[in-house]
């Protein structure tokens, strides 16, 4: 009737213990805990008096937290995502404003004075993100865990939010962003992170998962299979790109399957390193005002406009699935699209 399963965050790399209660016409019950010995302690609980109307076990799903939701929610669904890390960020923003809030006493009203108190700390736009983090909690809440009857956060309107940004780094902001990166010894890898994300246009999350067995320096190529769209593509590593990575690999052991950019410092091949930190230092160092991690790929996006690339050439390289997406740069190839039509001119009509 009870069951343990051992639960470790590809994450954070922390380890859970989750209780499951089954029984026939009931709804299941669960619950996670930090360690053993109180995982074990509260399942002899529910074996010895199960679903008895005054019990913990039959209460607990009307006095469930909402940390508790988060409890079950990261090993099981968080870890899946293809860039956990924002949502993660979210979470612990959530926790420490309604961690210890009921379930049954979040409700519309309660999200929405969370979110006027957010919003003069951050954009619409980010704004948005944090209900939406929020908001898919909830949902595991109601129709995983059967905790709640509706997902409140879904009552909320979503902001208005302004056309896409399109911010990249100028020459000078690059110079100091890469000196700035090299410089930080404690991270090493954050140099080759941002010069693979200025080079190539990956997202964050494409490249933390990056392993040695995606990696081809012999043929200049990684190969990206975890990808937003669900759609596996080849990056080519050229110049910077490529050197950069060969060094790392000097440095960092080549063991096929393990990633290229594991947990600082000594932590197991599997576990993700989390580059926050280390960006907030080398940012503030290279003094880079209104620029976020994500702004690497509209960098590269930008760059390949400049340099004359097309938008579909640009879409297939950052891996749009949609030409809408790239549109956004369609004003950077205008130099380009005068010098290819005077070109037509000149040659059909002469000067």
């Known amino acids: 009737m009870a069951t343990i399963s051992k639960r470790v965050s590809q994450i954070s790399g922390k380890i859970t213990w989750r209780v499951r209660i089954r029984r026939t016409g009931y709804p299941e019950v669960s619950k996670s805990f930090t360690r053993k010995t109180d995982a074990q302690r509260w399942a002899d609980q529910a074996a010895s008096n ?24 990261e090993p099981e669904i968080l870890q899946r995502l293809k860039d956990p890390y924002t949502r993660l960020k979210h979470l612990n923003f959530w926790e420490k404003e309604l961690g ?16 006027n108190k957010l919003r003069l700390r ?6 948005n993100r944090y209900i939406a983090s929020l908001s898919a909690a909830l949902t595991f809440a109601e129709r995983e865990l059967e905790w709640i009857d509706k997902n409140p956060a879904l009552k909320l309107k979503k902001l208005k939010e302004p056309p896409g940004r399109t911010r990249f780094l100028s020459s000078e902001e690059r110079a100091r962003l890469l000196k700035a990166s090299k410089s930080l010894t404690k991270y090493p890898e954050m140099n ?4 693979l994300a200025i080079t190539t246009g990956m997202r964050r999350g494409e490249i933390l998962k990056l392993r040695w067995v995606d990696c081809d320096l012999s043929s200049k190529r990684l190969i990206v299979r975890d990808t937003k769209n669900g759609e ?7 110049g910077l790109s490529l050197d950069a990575l060969a060094n790392w690999s000097k440095v960092r052991p080549i063991i096929p399957n393990s990633l290229i950019f594991p947990a600082h410092p000594s932590a197991s ?42 938008l579909r050439e640009i879409g297939d390289i950052l891996g749009h699935k949609s030409i809408s997406m790239t549109m956004r ?9 005068y010098k290819a039509i005077s070109r037509m001119v000149n040659t059909i009509f002469g000067d």
């Not at 199960?50 to 929610?73: C, G, M, Q, W």
């Not at 210890?100 to 979110?115: F, G």
């Not at 951050?122 to 704004?127: L, N, P, R, W």
């Open 50 to 73: 199960l679903f008895n109307e005054h019990s913990e076990i039959a209460l607990s799903s009307k006095n469930h937290l909402l940390k508790d939701v988060f409890r079950s929610y």
């Open 100 to 115: 210890n809030t009921p379930l049954r006493s979040i409700n519309a009203n309660l999200i929405r004075a969370i979110r």
């Open 122 to 127: 951050v954009s619409d736009s980010t704004t």
């Open 192 to 195: 080759v992170i941002i010069i």
């Open 232 to 238: 596996t593509r080849s990056v080519p590593l050229v």
């Open 269 to 310: 091949h599997s576990q993700i390193f989390h580059l926050d930190h280390a960006w907030r230092l080398i940012k503030k160092d290279a003094d880079l005002e209104d620029f976020r991690f994500h702004d690497l790929r509209h960098t590269a996006a930008s760059y390949l406009a400049m340099s004359g690339a097309g």
């Open 329 to 337: 740069y369609s004003h950077l190839t205008d130099d380009f699209k």
